[in-house]
């Protein structure tokens, strides 16, 4: 991958990785250079204010950040860059990521953060908006985007195959 | 305003206006070119499906949807484009607005739904979004942004001084 | 079983499998022929579409929909039919499945979308809904439906017996 | 209105009748024959058991109640009967509603309730799945409810219009 | 327990047998007699009716009814007796509970229901009302009554000792 | 009435009142003798234990304690009686009252608090559960919960009735 | 008022203040010198960073910071300091307040903020928290603390009083 | 460890400990002298006021209260004392701590309860803000804060190195 890096993947705490690999994952698999870190907007708030308010001159285009309970990481960030700050809310044990959500989600008018859902599918999608964002301008990744929403419809046709196959016999004509 | 129209700012019903009218007024303050539209993913599917999947051959960029309640509105136009969509959940009366909230955050991974806060900030934030996902190929826009920021900032130290004033004589030597 | 078919058991996922066949179970139970189909709202719209618009000609009379986290698939149904539409809530495993339900259930007036309790019990009771719909116009149903009744009251009578049992000796004399 | 009475409304205070006209509304507009009723599952709990035991008989086909709080009415009602029953959640001023949505939504197996959405949207909805019922069996119903869907989607478009006029002039195109 | 079965001990279904001991074996403890009784609001309603009407005249004095979900049973049993009545709200495993406590403790004016905690210290403590209701005429019970909660004060006690030699050693000197 | 004063009305605050004469009315409608009294268990901590310790030996049969926010004051009460202690919890303005709910109601097993629903309901209740209390042991009062009973339920047959006349002439034939 | 300014009550946005006067207030009262500011987490990062990180050297000794939705500001200013900060959740038009909350209560292991409850109450115990703390190390402070504890008490002693008199011929003898 | 103690960690029952035991070691790796006892607010009230109200003699300075469900023992110690007290709710299985939290964090004005996270976080952060409080009379506290602080960011930086090696060759150049 010799191009550019355009996007961060940051996140509150090393522990968040297993959440946040599925965002690194799609944006590996669309063949786009991204940089991951590990920053925390109340551990360690000057390195954070650091790399978002130097984001953009890096020539980084989005930021997606994953933190959970009172999850400021989006917010900071957002507050330090004009970058489009894409939000992960972590699923935590006790208050089931509500806490995460919604100190995500509940900007104050000004500063925008796009939430996505809770966990492992919020991380998937944080790193799809990332793609269809640069696709607005890179003709070969909206060619990418549609054959994999294809490939979506066609898994989804299979699972309905499947399906119909386990239950025949069960009194389904499905 | 000649340019091409790119943001589509989209209500499920004409009583969302008065809240998405906050996205209405930041796009206009950028100059960026827009399209209203009321469209019901349960009341009228075919013209919102119609609308979804023609919209990036006609040149928009960013959709905003804004519904509440079981909000499918969002989800359902991200269904059929591969633009970004950034949804914005509306305050409802009962349930205060937690169920428009979920019903547009919590998409499936594969279709994201750029989420922001509920009501007017996030209209708001929607429009300020769809201004920084512009912003990346378009220098001008990112310029505005930028002096959008400062003066959010200094409207925060406005704020800091006529308080100050108001509690003048109150004890407080602020 | 030669009869046709007049239920159909739609789910988002081949995930919802488990839960959903509590609702197939009831319907193989009372006789009544139904197919099962993966559709994803978000995934499959068009496919979704297609079948909703198709599914009263086809001879259906009820559709029963299971799905999760931002739970469109009954709502995006029963926008593009006129038959009822009963909504099953997923449970999830992070928000508890609140998000589900709410999903499902606060319709816009105009789209009824008959929503069950979460998970399994949900989906079994959306195959009873289904059952006592179709006994309205056949009366061996009805008679079925009746005896069920009676069973299930049957077994709370059973299962007190067997607390009885099991507690004799403990100081109770219920 | 000549026609057997197959709809009955049930409330279980004379203060829930303002939500529970929505329902009354549309089925007087759909010319369905209906009864209404003030019952309480647990002030006037051998009324309640006496109608709903005998509502078959009488000739009714669904049974729509609406009740707040520890929403009971419709889950007593269903215990009662074989007929589809239908679950209005009324709003109620403290905890906002989601006390009578849960009672009336989270039934145990084996009793559904068709649960609708909280206060007059539920309510009219309410009416509507009625209509989608009795609509299997009785072609006229089916017509109108067409009609019915089609002039919802109408109202739309004319909303949509409205919106247009309305930003006409504020920079949209739209 | 030659003596007169004063309190009835009843749930909605044996799987909630494993929480209700707790209410068992406190009663059991203070030589109170009890009954046990699987009946459902919903499954059985007849057999609740004919129970819960009937329960003063065979001698009850307080009625103990657990159920989870739409839990209706003990709002049920308090519509048809005017003995006191302690609601157990059932953890589920889904919505945590809050929907099981709700049904249970937002009853309508006219027809209370004690509500306890969910769960197993709930229906502990059903059981201690219980007592501290019948203690209010039988003055061994007030007594005991008193004797039991001199020995959970002692319990406490003997806590903090054990918990003071837990971390002796551990730097603290409490 | 010169009987003996059996019960007491204890609420944290004079702002609590209007809530509390809910419970007052009911009392006095069962001329049964109670006292009211304003104490925190917060702000009075003292005066609140010197009051629930000494509430038996000067002849008080059950306590009545409302409070709002982190309502201690039925479980503090609760602590240091054997008496029967009814809670009702306040609604309050920003949480709806969830707080002061789960702060009465989830009491640990040992110091049972009989909690009813939010509000002036609840505070009514309060009072009648107290009126089945005290009626265990007091045929009068047990007779007159009867006629409370019958009254009740006549009162839901008349607003039937009040219904079913303004609701005359429009389609219904309820 | 001479002394040194050793506590800062600092809030998000102007439109905080009406809320955060119940702070400033009680500040005044015990006589401690204090000062106001206008600081947003998001909007006016830089001021607030520097704010912080400079407050000790100032002489501040105790930080209260008001902020709401997603209420960032308490956390950042903690993770920018080692002064102790009080954290107040404003109440929100929508979600009521629970997402302020959370925002500023759930914080990361290492980085406490001492989170005071919704609104004005919460204001007012967090400069009471204040004067506590001053009260450690200036005798004066805690022998005021102790006579504003006793005025509480009195005040509830004479609002029952009140509430007394008021009943007075209602029946009650309290 | 010779000097005074200081700071009181409470815990409402030994099975709190393994949640308290993260302040435990806090206190301890910062050299402050603790003791820690275990009491409950309504099992042994007397033994609990009697605590509170002799803290400050005993040269206590900070109370730090942890406890569950109706969690009433922060705010029951901080009625009887004037010290700062720091509350810790405990998660619990069923509500999900979301009881314990807004017990300890709603109290009324004029009694504060400076409420920490739930759980383990929230321990650690009760100790942490012990030793601010403590450090602002105490050079030597403060500067061990202040290289925790430092310490804490580190732990970040490393973090992050970690997870740039993990992610090597996965295509990241993060």
Do not use: C, W, Y
């Not at 989005?62 to 489009?84: C, E, F, Q, R």
């Not at 996505?116 to 269809?132: I, P």
């Not at 066609?154 to 016999?169: H, I, T």
Request: glycine residues 12%.
């Amino acid at each position: 991958m010799a191009n550019k890096t355009v996007v961060a993947v940051v996140m509150g705490s090393d522990s968040d990785l297993p959440v946040m690999e599925s965002a690194i994952e799609v944006l590996a698999d669309f063949g786009i250079a991204f940089e991951t870190k590990v920053l925390s907007a109340h551990r360690s708030p000057e390195d954070t204010h650091r790399f978002a308010s130097g984001a953009e001159e890096r020539g980084l285009k989005v930021i997606i950040a994953g933190a959970g309970g009172a999850a400021h990481l989006a917010g900071v960030i957002a507050s330090a860059t004009t970058l489009p700050v894409i939000g992960v809310p972590m699923p935590t044990d006790r208050a089931g990521g509500i806490d995460s959500l919604l100190s995500t989600l509940q900007m104050p008018g000004g500063v925008p953060v796009a939430t996505m859902g809770l966990g492992k599918s919020g991380a998937r999608n944080a790193a799809l908006l990332a793609v269809q964002i640069l696709a607005l301008s890179e003709k070969k990744l909206n060619t990418a985007f549609k054959e994999f929403k294809d490939a979506m419809r066609d898994g989804v046709r299979e699972a309905n195959e499947k399906v119909q196959k386990r239950l025949k016999g069960d009194g389904s004509d499905g």
